[in-house]
């Protein structure tokens, strides 16, 4: 038999199911899925002339990682650990800490999630723009596009940089940057390294910003880093984007949009998004919509970068639907 801490996560609850015998090990596979029960099944079946050693550390680490479940749910990370240190010494509860952590996909900044945009930009604007990229790299998209839109200018192009170019980062920078969290709002415990930010996670976090801070992003990444500013956009789908939609898809969204909406996104438009809009319209359709748009006369550059944004939530919804397709660059052309 393998050494306890070579065995895979499987092949220790198969050995757990053995130890606790066959009437035990049946109750517990009411509660698991179909697939868990066959790997387990398929696993206790695999394992022979398990030592009564071998099942005892399987029992006691098994019931090391329940009691910290236990104290996480009673009061978070830094409760847990604190108790486990107390009852098994700093060096061992941190192990578990650590394992548990990784079992339950804990990440980073937990507890930030949970806290008001508002309040946490409070918290956080004064730091470092590497700082803010890594925590709200560990953000969900919209709470992070919050804090992203009401960043200075200048700071939002800098930030969306560094979560773009992000790699792995050590365990001790996210911990030493937690730390200095705690005092304001609370930190999590270690980890493993953990991958955050990198290209798909900015954009994610600028498909839910607002138009605004959109463009003052790309605009002004493309001045300094116009390699990874091609890449963002490859990613994204921007209002100007809808020229490079197939005229199928062009009329299903036209279905989902007002018309007024229409009229004031069209307003700061070029030629040829107009175009691409008129030309899946019927010619009356196309008539009505231009003297629309000039009845509205002057409008606010806010008003029409929001009409805009609203159109291209239309569009995503459509396309996470699989209503739409959205050609996104090298090797996404569309085939017809």
Do not use: C, W
């Not at 200018?153 to 996210?174: F, G, L, Y």
């Not at 949009?257 to 069209?266: E, G, N, T």
């Not at 691409?276 to 748009?293: C, D, F, Q, T, W």
């Amino acid at each position: 038999m393998e050494k306890l801490k070579q065995l895979t996560g499987h092949q220790k609850a198969s050995i757990f199911m053995i130890a606790l015998g066959p009437k035990k090990s049946a109750q517990i596979m009411k509660y698991l899925n179909e697939e868990e029960v066959e790997r387990l099944t398929l696993g206790i079946a695999s394992m022979h002339n398990v030592k009564n050693e071998e099942m005892e550390k399987v029992a006691k680490e098994f019931t090391e990682l329940y009691m910290a479940a236990h104290y996480i749910s009673q009061g978070g990370i830094e409760y847990a650990q604190e108790v486990l240190e107390n009852a098994l010494g700093t060096e061992k509860a941190i192990g578990i800490i650590n394992r548990l952590s990784t079992n339950l996909q804990i990440k980073p900044f937990d507890f930030i999630r949970k806290t008001d945009s508002s309040q946490l930009l409070n918290f956080i604007q004064g730091e470092h723009a590497q700082t803010i990229a890594l925590i709200v790299s560990y953000l969900e998209p919209q709470q992070a596009a919050a804090i992203l839109s009401a960043l200075p200018s200048e700071r939002q192009t800098e930030v969306a940089r560094r979560i773009a170019i992000m790699d792995s980062t050590s365990p001790e920078i996210i911990r030493e940057i937690e730390n200095t969290l705690e005092k304001k709002i609370s930190s999590l415990g270690a980890q493993d390294y953990t991958s955050a930010g990198g290209i798909n996670s900015i954009v994610e976090i600028l498909n839910n910003v607002d138009r605004a801070t959109e463009k003052t992003i790309l605009e002004t990444m493309e001045i300094q880093d116009p390699v990874l500013a091609e890449e963002i956009k490859k990613l994204m789908f921007v209002f100007e984007d809808i020229i490079k939609m197939d005229d199928r898809s062009v009329q299903l969204v036209l279905r989902e949009v007002d018309s007024k909406d229409l009229a004031m996104a069209l307003k700061g438009a070029g030629e040829e998004v107009k175009n691409k809009i008129k030309k899946n319209m019927s010619k009356r359709a196309a008539e009505m919509l231009e003297e629309e748009i000039v009845f509205l006369g002057p409008v606010r550059l806010r008003d029409v970068e929001e009409a805009q944004q609203q159109i291209v939530t239309i569009i995503r919804q459509l396309e996470e639907a699989g209503e739409v397709i959205i050609s996104r660059g090298d090797g996404d052309e569309i085939i017809e």
